[in-house]
Nanobody, 126 residues
Framework: QVQLVESGGGLVQAGGSLRLSCAAS????????MGWFRQAPGKEREFVAG????????YYGDSVKGRFTISRDNAKNTTYLQMNSVKPEDTAVYYC???????????????????WGQGTQVTVSS
């Protein structure tokens, strides 16, 4: 079992940058594929980015490709989401998720993740 805590959310101007962090408890962090999702008011939860256990494989949602970067530091039990060139439509609550997967697998559906953080709000002003 793993517990996830997101941080780094806040208010940022359009065109700016923000880095989210997701700290995981437990000793087996390197067994988990990690994902970032977001949910804006009135909208469904959306896949943002995912990363494999070792960090060798990453996937991104179409709306963030080229602007966001997911990474992880297994020694620190932490996953990051670097958000660059943010837009007002990036405003949402961002959630970190984890699930035990084979080394090269990166789930992209929220139903494939068992563990979730509480979320952190990101607001982009125009």
């Amino acid at each position: 079992q793993v517990q996830l805590v997101e941080s780094g959310g806040g208010l940022v101007q359009a065109g700016g940058s923000l880095r989210l962090s997701c700290a995981a408890s437990g000793r087996t962090f390197s067994s988990y594929a990690m994902g970032w999702f977001r949910q804006a008011p009135g909208k469904e939860r959306e896949f943002v980015a995912g990363i494999s256990r070792s960090g060798g494989y990453t996937y991104y949602g179409d709306s963030v490709k080229g602007r966001f970067t997911i990474s992880r530091d297994n020694a620190k039990n932490t996953t990051y989401l670097q958000m660059n060139s943010v837009k007002p439509e990036d405003t949402a609550v961002y959630y970190c998720a984890a699930d035990i997967r084979p080394p090269t697998v990166v789930p992209r559906n929220q139903n494939q993740y068992k563990y979730w953080g509480q979320g952190t709000q990101v607001t982009v002003s125009s």
